[in-house]
């Protein structure tokens, strides 16, 4: 996973939810994604189906695969467009 891609496609799109953002360049990373266990598309995210997740919670569970090597980390974001990293 290309960390510096993510926060670089964050930056760019600020209008956008930040999630939405980093689901797009996940997939543009050849990722398959799910967050809280539910498979997720950046299209999905743009039908607006996690809208109310974003607004209760400032932390996700991610999960991403790609070539069966799954890796898993929480997503926590601090302000609308600041987040990092975590394992967990």
Not at 1 to 30: C, G, H, R, T, Y
Not at 34 to 45: H, N, P
Not at 46 to 69: G, V, Y
Request: proline share 1%.
């Amino acid at each position: 996973m290309n960390i510096q891609k993510i926060f670089e496609a964050v930056d760019a799109d600020e209008m956008n939810s930040p999630l939405q953002s980093i689901i797009w360049e996940l997939e543009q990373q050849d990722y398959n994604v799910k967050i809280e266990g539910l498979v997720v598309t950046a299209e999905d995210m743009e039908d607006k189906l996690f809208e109310d997740l974003e607004r209760a919670t400032n932390e996700f569970c991610i999960e991403i695969n790609k070539e069966n090597l799954i890796q898993k980390f929480k997503l926590v974001f601090k302000d609308y467009h600041k987040f990092y990293f975590q394992c967990y």
